[in-house]
């Protein structure tokens, strides 16, 4: 078990009860880093971190966006085993992504040395743990790791949500700071399915995350500008996404 500190797994006990009401949680960085295992758990995180300068250009943005970078891999979990399962296309209907859902997108994958490291094992560890315990009644799940870049310049702001508010078609989500730099704006809005807010926050330090139910809530975050015009803004953020599947979906 990665976490091993009586508090951190009373705490991450916290968190689940959390998720029923509103239906998402901000964390602030020295929290979920305690949730993560602490620095001894993330031994390559600098690799990891750094991993996020080597993503490909997405080029499925109907808004014709060249403003987002991404990689993404996906996982099994089966009766608590977290395995990774063949490489294959991101698809979200339109009823959740009206910019672009409907279509399969072929992403790069994570690459092998970060997707089988300590750090992303630590993450997908403590998701793990958290939506499993929020619904114990659910064996298997099928996992995506997402890594994003959203870059923004005195010529283009970055949308880091360009669809909006919205849900991912899942049922729980993990939003990940991973840095941050020359960056204004990007606050992360949490809704209820009837329009009114629920609250917002902005992802400002490493480690900093939300968790939430996507059953229960919208969320979208609002776009970034440089703070200095004449340097690039990037957000990178690692989402973690978990849906619940039936065993024929696993053969």
Known sequence: MLVQDLDTFSALDR??????????RFIPASSMLAFLGGRQALSDWGMFAASWDDLALDT???????????????YRSDG??????????????RDYNPLNGGIERWYE???DAVAEGASLKAILATCQKVFAEAQPTIKRWDVEAHQF?????????????????????VDYVLVLLIARHNVASGTTIIGAPNGLAHGSFTLTSPFDA???DDHRVFHGVTAIEPIDAT???KRDVLVVTFKAVDDKSLT
């Open 15 to 24: 968190l689940v009860f959390s998720l029923d009401e509103p239906g998402y």
């Open 60 to 74: 499925y943005m109907a808004d014709r966006g060249r403003y987002r970078r991404r990689r993404h891999a996906i």
């Open 80 to 93: 608590g085993e977290m395995r990774r399962a063949p490489h294959r296309a991101h698809f979200q209907a």
């Open 109 to 111: 994958p994570i690459s």
């Open 149 to 169: 870049r959203i870059e923004a310049s005195a010529g283009q702001v970055g949308q880091p949500t360009p669809e909006g508010m919205h849900r991912d078609g």
């Open 210 to 212: 939300m968790m939430l």
């Open 231 to 233: 340097r690039l803004a």
